[in-house]
């Protein structure tokens, strides 16, 4: 039995997961460790929702903005450095926190990376053309059509994302899907996924406020000194892809400000059928005291430690 615990915060974006995270961590006198993929680039700071300069100094925070957009950063990457991060911290604590909205991350780090088939670099280059010429519609249709079930769950408006799947589909002949999960590496911590819930429609309602709460903040103005970089795989997400083709001349700023809803709101429910998968989850409502979740959370570390 593992005497360590790795505690995973996970759930819909914009429904909490920082808050009840930072609680967690001081509830056991530990640290978190970001797994948002979007949070690691420091230039990205509005658009990503990075936590704010209080919630960081209330306890310690790692892998957020710690990173250039120029500077090439994989989940293979990120799962080495957060389990070097772990190995550390476990050297004086017996939890720790992992939170964050990228379910890709967070299963790198808890279960480990799948082994996918070598990719001729020309078929990607075949589809970054095919993005180019037809768009992302085409993309989204043809990985439709060659896995329905990794349609459902990956962030159809970021290309890179679209296109890591496609051409491990051509390559192989089968569904990027069907590599998933293939095999999991065995860890030297246990861990407790809590998961926060609340209905569809009070999530929705969250979204739309927090992206209102973004323009006001200034992200018109951040995306806009991002926008000559726009190409880069970093910035290739909602929040910032929308404000592009505004600047562009493609959308009025309304329709791309209702577009950032519409897209993030779809995000949101990828999220949610991306954590359906994992029958481990103790879930608890949004609104839930604290006090009962730590409870929650006792009960369920006292179990693994008594098997």
Known sequence: ????????????????????????????????????????????????????????????HHFIQHKSIEEPYSVGDFEGDALTKLEELFQSKDVAVLVGGSGLYVDAVVQGLDEFPKVDPSIRDLLNKKLETEGLDALQSELKSKDARYYQMVDLENPHRLIRALEVCIVSGKPYSSFLKQKKDTRPFQTLYVGIQADRELIYDRINER?????????????????????????????????????????????????????????????????????????????????????????????????
């Open 1 to 60: 039995m593992n005497s360590k615990t790795l505690i995973a915060v996970v759930g819909p974006t914009a429904i909490g997961k920082t808050a009840l995270s930072i609680q967690i961590a001081q509830y056991f006198d530990t640290e978190i460790l970001s797994a948002d993929s979007r949070q690691f680039f420091k230039e990205m700071r509005i658009g990503t929702a990075v936590p704010s300069k209080d919630e960081l100094n209330t306890v310690p």
């Open 211 to 307: 992206v209102d709460l973004m323009m006001d903040q200034g992200l018109l103005e951040e995306a806009k000194n991002l926008y000559p970089h726009k190409q880069l795989n970093a910035l290739q997400t909602v929040g910032y892809r929308e404000l592009f083709e505004y600047f562009d001349g493609q959308l009025e700023l309304d329709f791309a400000i209702s577009e950032i809803k519409k897209n993030t709101r779809r995000f949101a429910k990828r999220q949610l059928t991306w954590l359906r998968k994992n029958e481990n989850i103790l879930w608890v409502d949004f609104d839930t005291d604290f006090k009962e979740v730590s409870k929650k959370i006792n009960i369920e570390l006292n179990k693994t430690r008594s098997e």
